[in-house]
């Protein structure tokens, strides 16, 4: 594809993402793309069949995006301690520190916003996103087993549940940040639950 077309269909993605996130999938309307990206319906058709191709893929490219991003982070995390438990705490400290330069609270999970039109969405798009969220459950669960085998904690959990437990103190928190208009809040969760794992496995400190 040429560059210029690449680029265009960049923008198209980018400015259909901040429109989603915004006015949710179901509120963002193609004619809204065109207009924010300022370009016709023949170039927004050449990259996309439809609404539903451009969702597909604008979960595709988040999801990517998403999983990169938490592989960086932990290798970070992994790369500053040897300790499972140490390389947990810095992971969510790594987290608090990329939050904390938030100033605006209209941040979210694109994947989140999706969820409100999950039944009318494509088993692709549904499958894009349960494997996005299995992949953190995955890969921070395998890191808190670690954990617990080095360090019992003082309450009986499944490294699952923890895992589930970061996915959830984002989400949670996003919503929070989106309601209150506090941009804060996510940077705050994310010490509770940082509390949380440190009160939990005390007896390792």
């Known amino acids: 594809m040429p560059k210029s077309g690449e680029n265009t269909k960049i923008r198209i993605l980018d400015v259909a993402h901040a429109l989603i996130m915004g006015h949710g999938l179901a509120g963002t ?6 207009e924010k990206a300022e370009i016709t319906k023949g170039a927004f058709f050449y ?9 597909r893929a604008l979960v595709e490219r988040y999801a990517n995006q998403d999983a990169a991003h938490l592989e960086e982070n932990l290798k970070r995390a992994e790369k500053l301690s040897r300790d499972p438990l140490q390389q947990v705490l810095i992971l969510i400290g790594l987290f608090q520190e990329e939050v904390e330069q938030l100033t605006e609270p209209g941040g979210g999970c694109l994947i989140a916003s999706y969820t409100y039109q999950f039944e009318e969405l494509d088993a692709d798009i549904r499958e894009i996103s349960a494997q996005a969220v299995l992949l953190w459950r995955q ?3 395998a890191k808190f087993e670690e954990v617990i085998a080095k360090y019992p904690p003082r309450l009986v959990v499944r490294a699952q549940d923890l895992a589930d437990g970061v996915i959830s103190t984002f989400e949670g928190a996003f919503v929070m940040m989106r309601v209150l208009r506090e941009p804060t809040q996510l940077s705050m969760q994310l010490a509770h639950y940082r509390n949380y794992i440190e009160l939990l496995f005390s007896s390792a400190q």
């Open 29 to 34: 309307s193609i004619d809204m793309v065109l």
């Open 47 to 55: 990259h996309f069949k439809s609404k539903s191709d451009l969702a």
């Open 139 to 141: 890969r921070l669960g």
